[in-house]
Every structure is written in structure tokens, then in C-alpha cells.
């Protein structure tokens, strides 16, 4: 890759070029490059950044880097405090010291994926052709065109092959085509909650999201930030109608049965009488505050368009074929958006390719979020799959507490 | 109940009193009344009135009439062509000459809920106290009011006794309200593919639908037909996620998997890539040409209000204590929308009534709709069921051919 026009900004370290308005300097690790990044549409992107955060030290060797993907909405503040919201790190439980990506021990990167709007190039960046946000200009961006930005940064921080990459949902789609794309630069591989491909229904669940959004008004045909409009209500709905798939049936009930909020009785009218209700509006009114409306376009369409088999002539084995990568696959009992079915795809097709693979379906009622949940064989299964692989690889342990 | 003022009219009659101006005025048999129909709320609407079909022939002894309940967006044409839309009856392979609820035996009764928009008073309808459409002025009304108004046209046709209620979704529990608030009146009892109560998930999913209506800022607070607007994309996002929860994963994954739409190639856009969307986006289009969004925010919270068991200080049996009704409950392995357990539910409540239950769970992939669909061993389990119940009941077999 070309060096030239390349800039790299850490914590704390000077403004960077392409920072976007609401991003805080302190917090901000960006890398961008005028370098074009081609994307699987046969169109090219430049000059494009990517946001993320690192966290413990990279080894000499630089045999110890863990790179995390998120999932649709998610960010790179994986293990530090949300500097935009305040909140812990979403994956506080499983990554930081002495858990079960233990930053003691690895160089943990978590970036914000392509096409976002969390300091990653997204459509809610300004395109530098036009002086306004590319918005629906910006072309579509695949699970592959997520992972060839990681690999540019990856390039940037000097290391040639990730110890693993790990990641949930739209995170395991990202962890599976590394290791299909770049099986030399992955010696272990954990995809949680996820498949090889999108399913019609996920597909469709996707598309009333995307209607949701593109019916508001407010939208624009996707140019409201020029406008000073704000498609709210739709990418509202559109979450709503996400959340529920991210639930099970049980949790929910659990959680919320039919209980009412703050009444004693229904209302006969269309206020949230009941606490689910009020629970999903305020999950739909909560998300707006925090992600771009295009944004949510751009990642959903990178998912449904994720199938490793279609890439490989139909044969998923063929993703795999010499791999050398270790998996450990995890699906969840209760996850309805990417069952165990699909996790079992995977499996067997990376037996097929003569895969060393590790295959954990884990017992709860939580639904496809259980991988974000304190889910502690879901800890285990990583921690000791990650402690194996370690071994392996040569890295030392934490150093004892003296 | 009180006659004078009550009115009937029946096909080919002259014009009803309060015939929409969609109606066609064949095909439309309509029961109207200025008696008051008390309503859960504790409100009351005056005047009201029910559009309705039947078929077959009422016995001298009257004691061989069906009513057959329709689900949320259904109509009175369970059996005829409809005259709106030009198709078929809705459940047609259900009801009909030597079908399993056979129109040569049995008198069927099918009406249009109360709150809907296809003939039956609802928010569409004018109010008589300002001459405009009730809008949100419409009192809400619950499942137990659909069958109030149910129970007085059946008044109204002579009809002391119903041989059977029978009906599947939010059909079934009306069949369920039926046979709990009026066990004297229903000899045998046909809920499929229901519950005595409405999910979280369910209430979540009915949410999303009318939070997609209401944010729509076409629907105008609900008094968009007096201003000559339509909130078409906010109901046709309703009927989009709605529609995904009527059939299974692998329904869908059968029939649309990740085929693309009329295109060899996905087009890296926002368009219908994927037949599923193209299919979903042709389910909401067509669906509000069909219907009001106004009724859907009625029966959608109807359905969500549903409780028979809190109706009954939570005990479920008690709905149906000292019943002599007959049961045969049905369930559908792949509906996750009533799942079997909600089914079994009702089961063992009425095993703990003491009632008569038969209780059969249908192995099929094709999800909720099921009960609409060619699903043979429904078919014969209804059919042996009226069978036997007629012959209990002492209703004459249909004449053979001569």
C-alpha cells in the first residue's frame, strides 16, 4: 500500500483531517489515507478514514493483535467509555484486563466499520467533489469493502498477522470473510451470533427498516443534513422493529410479559399502556440521537448483501479451502436472526475444507444479543479458546501480579 | 335487546343506512341498530352496525349456524368472490359446499369485526355527532366487543345457539371470548393458530406497525380523510413487518432464499434487489388499497388488549369453568406468532375446567398463515370435528346426490 498521503492520529494527538464536527479530540484514533480503497462495487473510494481504538501493547513480535468487529450499530469504543454517550464500552464483559480478551495479554484494535458514522468514512461524510455529504453518493459498501479498511489499518500499525478476530453478529460476517479474504493474516477466528450469508428474512426485516426510513419526509431522497431536516420517526421505527428481532420471544416475555407502565389499568387508547411498548419507543428514540439514518442504509445493505457462499461459486467450503485459521464458532439456542442452523453451515463447511474448528451452541433464552450479555460459558468458550490459540502461537502469558 | 330501530338488510335489499360509499350494493347484507353497543371501555356507540355474509341454509330447529370469526385485516367474505378486491374468499378451502365447515349442512355466519373498515362501523365511519369521520373519536374497542356485536346479530338472525365458532389468529380469540362470555350459546368451539393472550412480542411487532401509521405525517393526527390526505407508506411499513411475522424463516428462505429480483447481478443500491423485498413491498402496497390505517391502529390494539386470563383474576380456567362447550384447539409448528405453547395454554386450562378438548398441533414449515393455507391435515381435524359435533348435536348429514 502506499504510504504517501497516509496519516495516522492517536489519542490526544494533533486534529485530524477528516475529524468529523461531533467527534471529541480526545478519544480519537483515526487513520486516513488518500490512498483509494477499492470497493466491491468496482467503485473507488478516496480519501476515505477509519476511526478505532486500541487497547494493551502490541509485542514485540507483533504476534498478539485481537482485532474486534461490531455489529450494525455498534462503534470502536469496545472497552473505554463512550466519549459521544457517556456509557461503558459495549463490549466491556468480554474485552480489557483479565477478561476474557484480556488486554493484558493481547493489542486489542476495534474500529468502526466503513460506511458508519462514527468517525469511519460514512455517507454522512463530506465528499470532497461536491463540499456536501455524500449522503446516497457514497457508494454501497459490502462486508468485504469493511474488511479491506480494516486490512489497510491493520498494514498501518505494522502488523502483518492478527493473533485473532473476533466478533458478533455483523461482526462474525466480518470475522468469516477475513478469514476467507486474508487467511494468512488470521491465525484464529471467533464468530458469535452469526452466518455466512443474510437470510430472506433477515433481508426482509432489513428492507421494512429501510422503507421506514426512506417513507419519512424528513429524509429527504437521503439529503436532510443539507436540508436541516431529520428523518427521526422513520429510523425510529426502523430500530423498533430491529430491536425485537434482537430479543427472544421468552426474553421479552420475561422482561416485560404484559405488564403496564406506570398505570394501573389500560388506557383504551394508543399511548404506550404497556411497558413494552414504551421499552421499544424508547429504544427508537435513543437511537436517532446516536446514528446517521443513511448510516443505518449503508450497514443494513452491507449484511444482506454478505453470502461467503455465492463469492465461492455456491460452495461455501470453498471460502476455507486451505485455511490454516482456527475457528471457534458460538451460536445462542434462543437467537432467531442467525440461528444455530447457520452457525452449523459454517461449521460444516470449514470441517469440509479440513478446518481445525471448535463449534459451541450455547443454552440461553436471551435471544441473538446474548453474545453482548453476561453469558459466562460464552466467556469460557473464549477465553479458553483464546488461551489454546495463545499457546500456540507462542505469546506469552499476562505477567503474574507480584 | 331492543328491535325497534334495529335494521337489516340483506343481498340485493334496498340500500342499508349506513352503507359506506365503497360498498357495492350487491353482495352486502348489513345489520344496523341505534340500541347502544356497550363497550369494555365503558363507552357506548350508537347508532352501529355489522356487515356480514352467510351461506347454506339455517335448519328449522336453527341449530346448525357457524359463525366464522376472521383475523386482524380479514372480511365477511370468508366464501364468496369479494367484491371490492375481485378475489376469492379468504378462506374458501375452509368453508364452502362439501368443504370441512360445509355450507350443505351448516348455516355460516362470517362478519366484519367491529372497528374494521369493510362495512362494519369503525374510525372511518361517520360520527353522528359532528358528521365526520370518528377518527381517534371512535371509543377503542376490544376482542369482547367484536363479539358483542357478534352475539347481537346473531340475535338478530333468531339464532339462540351457535353450533360452532370457529376461527383462526385474532379469530381465535374471538372463538375463545365467544366461548368464555357466552358458553350457553356455542355448542362447539374451532380456535386455530391462537391464544388466550396477546405476546410482548406480538404487542411489540403491533407497536412498530402503528408507530410506522402514526409517524406518517400524512395520517394527520388521524384525520387525514377529512383532509383529503393517506399515510399509504406508514401502513404499508405496518403491513411490511406484520407480513414477516405471518410466515416462517424457512417459508421464506423456501420461497425466496437470496434470489434476486428480475436481475442477474445485485445492483449496489437501495432498490428491490432481493424478490423478498419486492414481494414485502408489494405486500404493503396492495394491502392499502385494501385498507384503513385508522382500523389498523383499532384491531391491532384489540388484539394486544386481548387477556381472557387477567379477565378472570388470572386464572385462566376460570374463563371457562362449568363449560359444555366442545374444543378443538389447533396449532402450527413453525407459527411463531402463536407458538404451540401459547396453545397449550388454553389446553390445560380447559382440561382444568373439565371441558371437552381435542387439541391436534400441525407439523408445517409455512408459518403463522398456516391456518389460510392448504394444510390437509387441518382440513381432515376440523372436518372429523364438526362431524362428530353435529352428530352430538343431532344436525342432519347433507342430502346425498341423487
Redesign the interface.
Known amino acids: 500500500m502506499g504510504v504517501q498521503g497516509d496519516w495516522t492520529n492517536t489519542q490526544a494527538a494533533a486534529e485530524p483531517r477528516h475529524r468529523e464536527a461531533d467527534q471529541p479530540s480526545s478519544l480519537v484514533a483515526m487513520f486516513g489515507t488518500d490512498e483509494p480503497l477499492q470497493l ?2 468496482g ?1 473507488s473510494l478516496a480519501p476515505w478514514q477509519i476511526a478505532y481504538q486500541t487497547y494493551g501493547t502490541l509485542n514485540a513480535d507483533k504476534s498478539n493483535a485481537i482485532l474486534i468487529c461490531h455489529a450494525l450499530t455498534g462503534d470502536q469504543h469496545v472497552a473505554n467509555v463512550n466519549p459521544v454517550t457517556g456509557k461503558p464500552g459495549w463490549w466491556g464483559l468480554m474485552v480489557g484486563p483479565g477478561k476474557p480478551v484480556d488486554t493484558d495479554r493481547f493489542f486489542v484494535i476495534c474500529s468502526n466499520v466503513l460506511g458508519s458514522c462514527l468517525g469511519t468514512t460514512g455517507p454522512a461524510t463530506t465528499n470532497p467533489l461536491t463540499g456536501r455529504p455524500y449522503a ?1 453518493d457514497l ?2 459498501v459490502t462486508i468485504a469493502d469493511m474488511v479491506r479498511a480494516q486490512e489497510m489499518l491493520v498494514d498501518r500499525l505494522g502488523i502483518d498477522t492478527l493473533f485473532a478476530v473476533v466478533g458478533g453478529s455483523m461482526g462474525g460476517m466480518q470475522v468469516l470473510q477475513w478469514a476467507a479474504s486474508q487467511p494468512e493474516r488470521v491465525f484464529a477466528a471467533v464468530p458469535l451470533a452469526a452466518g455466512a ?5 433477515n ?3 432489513h ?2 427498516g ?3 426510513i ?4 424528513e429524509w429527504r431522497a437521503g439529503r436532510y443534513l443539507e436540508e436541516g431536516t431529520r428523518p427521526a ?2 429510523l ?2 426502523a430500530r ?2 430491529a430491536h ?1 428481532t434482537y ?1 427472544s ?1 421468552l426474553a ?2 420475561r ?4 405488564a403496564l407502565q406506570d398505570r394501573p389499568n ?1 388506557t ?3 399511548d ?3 411497558q ?2 414504551s421499552y ?2 424508547h429504544q ?1 428514540l435513543s437511537f436517532v440521537d446516536r446514528f446517521d439514518a443513511n448510516s443505518y ?1 449503508y450497514v443494513t ?1 452491507a449484511m ?2 454478505f ?1 461467503l457462499a ?1 463469492d465461492h461459486g455456491g460452495v461455501l467450503s470453498r471460502a476455507f479451502t486451505g485455511t490454516r485459521t482456527r475457528f471457534c464458532v458460538v451460536s445462542f439456542t434462543s437467537d ?1 436472526l442467525f ?1 444455530t442452523r447457520e452457525s452449523r453451515m459454517v461449521v460444516h463447511a470449514l470441517n469440509a475444507a479440513a478446518a481445525n474448528v471448535s463449534f459451541v451452541e450455547i443454552d440461553t433464552d436471551r435471544g441473538h444479543d446474548s453474545f453482548l450479555l453476561d453469558e459466562p460459558e460464552m466467556f469460557r468458550t473464549v477465553r479458553g479458546f483464546l488461551t489454546g490459540a495463545a499457546k500456540a502461537r507462542g505469546i506469552a502469558p499476562p505477567a503474574e501480579p507480584s
Chains 1, 2 share one sequence.
Not at 197 to 201: D, T, Y
Not at 214 to 217: F, L
Open positions: 466491491t462495487s467503485a446516497l457508494p454501497v450469508r443474510h437470510s430472506s428474512q433481508i426482509a426485516f428492507e421494512v429501510r422503507q421506514a426512506m417513507a419519512d419526509p420517526k422513520g425510529s421505527v423498533m422493529a425485537i430479543m420471544e421479552l416475555q422482561k416485560f410479559g404484559r389500560i383504551f387508547g394508543f404506550a399502556d404497556f413494552v411498548e421499544l419507543r427508537g442504509l445493505r444482506d448483501y453470502d455465492a432467531w440461528p
